[in-house]
């Protein structure tokens, strides 16, 4: 076996020699971007035959020692160009420009290295395949030797890069925001506190950032800073730590301070990092989305598979950070990629207009986000079998772009190839003067319709801007109407709605209304889906106007794309499955202005330290969470504020997160437009075990919070809360489910269906529902056990401007046991309510629970301690079962209604005869001024 292997290393140097002998003297490539002639593929340069002393580098962080480099590379390239492997490694010393019109290809298993501040920018295509087991390599010249990795202690948050934005410091195990008690820093403190991030040459003062309630403080009027101070903890401010303020009663709802730095890195190899791959615009074609040949969709002709770009991201013309992989327009294919130790972000896309596919994928330790989607104008991201770890930013940073114009890539000479220009991208059809859309066009179509300023509209005649889609009825296909722009300059009075339909027969008139859009100037509605069912759509644009005249006011103009699929799926946005987003210093994934649904399924999103680990900040949309591991997040694990849409969390762990488990609220002041609210978390019944569990387990601040979700009554919308089959365990201080009602006159009522779950361990109320107006509720066949506090308090006293708002609410089925508190179920709605309504009944088992008094030697007055508190008239307790020896009282009143009597009758009170619970019972026999309570055994 070692003669073998002998002769193995004695014939691969001698094919070495061979090959390194045999090639031709170096040439140049031409550089010249405006050459007449096409030009030809070649080769790069072949090996040099100098032997420069810097060649030959010891072995540093990025592993052992490397070849000796064979070709110098750099300058413009305008012809089509290959980078074979027997010619690596190559040394990049000036930027690599490949121009519009040519490609670069690079084969398996070749190495780039790159001087510092140096990069390569295709506007072409680029073509790098490697293979799993031989990466394309692009790396730095330098070697890198003591290498800083860590984070620094201090960061930018809610600002559009993490170079600017609020100012946190890591203090005591916490991200807290920066109060300077209406102080202002000076240029010096802002320039240390940027040179505490890693940015040298300077910062200033960017704006004064809101105060979030949910956040820790930190108190510094004057951190004294001088010139030569390289961190804020030089600062004499900062020094002694034992002197610095923590309260929120010192800040007072004082906003916090915000900063913008910019310039080179401070840690120590920085300036041996390259620039990146740049990706300008690289053409593309069309390619089918389904097998049935209905819609296309733009993918380019560049492809990235198995390519390894390390410690880039310093631009060295700009003096600034910049992402590791920059793509503009229509992004490649990229799988297999390794993008690791960026000064800044790992992978950005500005302004995509074609889907992205990220595959089997690692990108980690970089000093911005990890991924990063800005200003997408066609939505689609799909994430799969990817590492996202260790960011300085946010996981995942993806946003839509919110109307406007839409660029389309155009190429002026296609034989030559060398000039692009962009122009706006058409409609297809304008509905107000054509109504239909030719046949050989695939899908997507983008759709107009314009009503001018005095067009006549007759409110009984059909409506002039009218359009039918149709297929073939062969299948049932999926519709997704994707909004771009809406334009309404008429009053409010006025009415302007886009009505989706069933077409009739004859194509041309509404058979069954689906959906009625209100058009309102400036607001987008969320991206809608629907079934077709074997007919064609049938979309117009109805206009009521104002007065007798019957004529629009004010120009109207909406925009909207029209998708299909034969799939019984519908159009997606952020798709992430199968991937790990963990330990990143930001979220673990940031969505912001989404309208495009959100699905994410078998993801693990673990110890992100930003304000959740999923954090969706304003926007329409849907979002499906399936399957997923939340956990150990510094702050939420789910933090939704939105104007609405369907939230669906199935077979997910939501556990041990800092903050709460999930929080849920309405953001009306957004500019978008939910056309449905639903907030659904669906678990395993008792009686199926191939269902994944839903726990929510272990949240320092509760479990899940749903704030009050608004809902007018003219958008024919009914907002649900169903929350079933789940397992609410050990959350802590806050309650384990806590309802917000809407407060507000002529909105819906909320559907809220809480059945079947189980309640236990926890530190705060089990459920909590305070006020209950404006809604519907069933509680039914819940268990509350071993809760250390009230398990389940439903509560309108405290509000009584409410009384005229309705309620009914249904509690039933339930199981209240080994609860501690000072009481264990609490229930009222408003007194003398006409509209409001509240049963206890149908075998409520409120068992073994331990009622604490926590004044012993003080008799109760009106606030008694008891296993049930009633608290209004209008509450009916029947046929439930009460026995709870560790408690003095098994059923009190709080209502001090000496008049008003409480329907307790027909329940088993644990004894059989009435002398041994009747003193159980607090109601005016124990203090004359309370209700009565009617117990009829």
């Known amino acids: 076996m070692c003669v073998y292997y002998l002769l193995f290393l004695l014939l691969w140097r001698f094919v070495g020699y061979y090959v390194q002998g045999s090639n031709p003297s170096t040439n140049d490539l031409p550089s010249s971007s405006g050459s007449e002639d096409p030009v030809p593929q070649v080769d790069l340069p072949p090996p040099l035959e100098r032997k420069d002393p810097d060649h030959l580098l010891v072995g540093g962080g990025l592993g052992p020692l490397r070849d000796q480099i064979k070709n110098v590379l750099g300058g413009v390239y305008a012809g089509n160009a290959t980078l074979y492997f027997r010619n690596s490694p190559y040394r990049v010393q000036s930027d690599l420009t490949i121009e519009a019109g040519a490609t670069l290809t690079i084969e398996t298993g070749v190495q780039l290295y790159f001087d510092t501040g140096v990069g390569l920018k295709v506007k072409g295509t680029i073509y790098a395949v490697g293979n799993e087991f031989a990466h394309i390599q692009m790396l730095p010249y330098q070697q890198m030797l003591n290498y800083d990795d860590s984070r620094p202690e201090f960061r930018l948050v809610d600002g559009p890069t993490v170079r600017q934005g609020r100012l946190q410091i890591k203090f005591r195990n916490r991200w807290r925001s920066i109060c300077t008690q209406q102080t202002n820093w000076t240029s010096v403190d802002w320039i240390t506190a940027c040179k505490s991030m890693g940015y040298s040459e300077g910062g200033r003062f960017r704006k004064w950032y809101r105060r979030n309630n949910d956040t820790y403080p930190f108190v510094m009027p004057r951190p004294e800073c001088l010139p030569n101070a390289k961190s804020l903890w030089d600062c004499t401010g900062f020094k002694d730590q034992s002197t610095i303020s923590l309260s929120e009663n010192l800040c007072q709802g004082e906003d916090d301070i915000g900063l913008y730095c910019w310039g080179p890195p401070t840690f120590a190899g920085w300036a041996k990092h390259w620039k990146g791959l740049q990706i300008l615009s690289s053409p593309f074609k069309f390619v089918p989305s389904d097998p049935d040949m209905v819609s296309v969709h733009r993918e380019s002709l560049s492809r990235l598979e198995y390519v390894d770009i390390l410690y880039a991201g310093y631009n060295l013309e700009t003096k600034n950070t910049t992402s590791a992989l920059w793509i503009e327009g229509v992004p490649p294919i990229l799988n297999g990629l390794r993008v690791e130790r960026s000064a800044r972000d790992g992978i950005y896309f500005y302004e995509p207009f074609g889907p992205i596919i990220i595959a089997n994928s690692t990108i980690i330790n970089n000093r911005g986000h990890g991924i990063t989607v800005d200003n997408t104008t066609d939505g689609r991201v799909f994430i799969n079998m990817t590492l996202i770890e260790g960011n300085y930013g946010d996981g995942i940073r993806y946003r839509q772009k919110a109307g406007g114009m839409q660029l389309v890539h155009k190429i002026i000479d296609r034989e030559r190839r060398q000039s692009v220009y962009y122009e706006e991208e058409r409609p297809r059809v304008e509905m107000c003067s054509e109504h239909s859309i030719p046949e050989s066009l695939y899908f997507p179509h983008l759709i107009s319709a314009y009503l001018p300023n005095g067009t006549a509209v007759d409110s009984e005649a059909p409506s002039p801007c009218w359009t039918v889609i149709s297929l073939p009825p062969r299948l049932a296909y999926t519709y997704t109407i994707q909004f771009v722009s809406v334009e309404n300059r008429n009053v409010d009075a006025s009415r302007s709605e886009l009505v989706i339909c069933d077409a009739n027969t004859n194509l041309n008139r509404c058979s069954y209304e689906r959906y009625r859009i209100p058009l309102i100037d400036g607001i987008l509605p969320q991206s809608l889906s629907l079934r077709s069912v074997g007919r064609p759509v049938f979309i117009s644009l109805e206009h009521i ?393």
């Not at 026995?883 to 000496?898: D, G, Q, V, Y």
């Open 545 to 937: 106007p104002v007065g007798l005249s019957g004529r629009v006011a004010g120009d109207i103009s909406v925009q909207f794309r029209v998708h299909a699929s034969v799939f019984d799926k519908a159009f997606y946005g952020l798709n992430v499955t199968n991937s790990v987003i963990s330990n990143n210093t930001g979220n673990g994934i940031f969505a912001k202005d989404i309208r495009e649904r959100i699905t994410l399924s078998n993801v693990t999103i673990i110890d992100n330290e930003g304000f959740a680990g999923i954090l969706v900040h304003d926007g329409a949309a849907d979002i499906w969470i399936n399957a997923t591991n939340i956990e150990r997040n510094w702050g939420d694990g789910l933090n939704v504020s939105y104007a609405g849409g369907s939230i669906t969390i199935n077979g997910t762990s939501i556990s041990y997160n800092r903050w709460r488990g999930c929080a849920f609220h309405q953001n009306t002041s957004s500019p978008f437009l939910a056309l449905h609210q639903e907030i659904i978390f669906k678990g395993r019944p008792s009686n199926n075990i191939f269902y994944l569990r839903t726990l929510v387990t272990g949240n320092e601040w509760g479990g899940i919070l749903v704030g009050n979700f608004c809902v007018p009554t003219s958008a024919n919308i009914i907002p649900k809360v169903i929350i079933t089959w789940i397992e609410l365990i050990r959350n802590q201080y806050h309650p384990s489910i806590e309802i917000h009602s809407c407060q507000s006159d002529g909105v819906a009522k909320t559907l809220v269906d809480i059945s079947g779950n189980r309640i236990e361990g926890g530190y705060g109320i089990g459920f909590r529902m305070e006020p209950a107006v404006n809604t519907m509720v069933v509680i039914s066949s819940n268990q509350f056990l071993n809760n250390n506090n009230t398990a389940l308090l439903i509560r309108n006293a405290r509000h009584p401007q409410l009384a005229h708002l309705p309620a009914q609410v249904t509690i039933s089925k339930n199981s209240f046991k080994f609860n501690t508190g000072q009481s264990i179920v609490s229930i009222g709605l408003n007194e003398d309510a006409p509209t409001q309504r509240l049963m206890f009944n149908q075998q409520n088992e409120v068992r073994e629970n331990t009622v604490i008094n926590p004044f012993p030697h003080l008799n109760p007055r009106s606030s008694p301690y008891a296993a049930l508190i009633v608290s209004s008239s209008n509450v009916e307790i029947r046929r439930n079962c009460f026995k709870n020896p560790r408690a003095s009282f098994e059923i009190a009143t709080e209502l001090s209604e000496h008049a008003k009597w409480i329907d307790a009758r027909e329940n088993n009170w644990g004894y059989p005869f009435p002398d041994a619970f009747m003193h159980r019972i607090f109601d005016q026999f124990n203090r004359y001024s309370l209700a009565s309570i009617e117990v009829r055994y």
